[in-house]
């Protein structure tokens, strides 16, 4: 009984400290992108609009045409 209580713990504890350390990670990720957001190029962001408005019109063509 105390040895499955150990393992029981150990396991969560080695879950714990590896959640914190995905959670550690993502926001020093997030700070790096943030701070040095000028880095990366945002040339496409104006053609976003037009690009789905086409996929959308492509998608719902080709809907209309599967339907008859």
Do not use: P
Not at 23 to 40: E, G, P, V, W
Request: net charge positive; proline share 0%; glycine share 6%.
């Amino acid at each position: 009984m105390d040895q499955g209580i150990t393992v029981m713990i150990i396991g969560m504890a080695t879950v714990f400290a590896f959640l914190i350390l995905l959670i550690l990670a993502i926001n020093l990720t997030s700070s790096y992108f943030i701070k040095h957001a000028d880095r990366f190029d945002d040339s496409n962001s104006g053609h976003k609009n037009k690009d789905s408005k086409i996929n959308i019109a492509i998608a719902l063509a080709a809907i209309k045409a599967k339907r008859g």
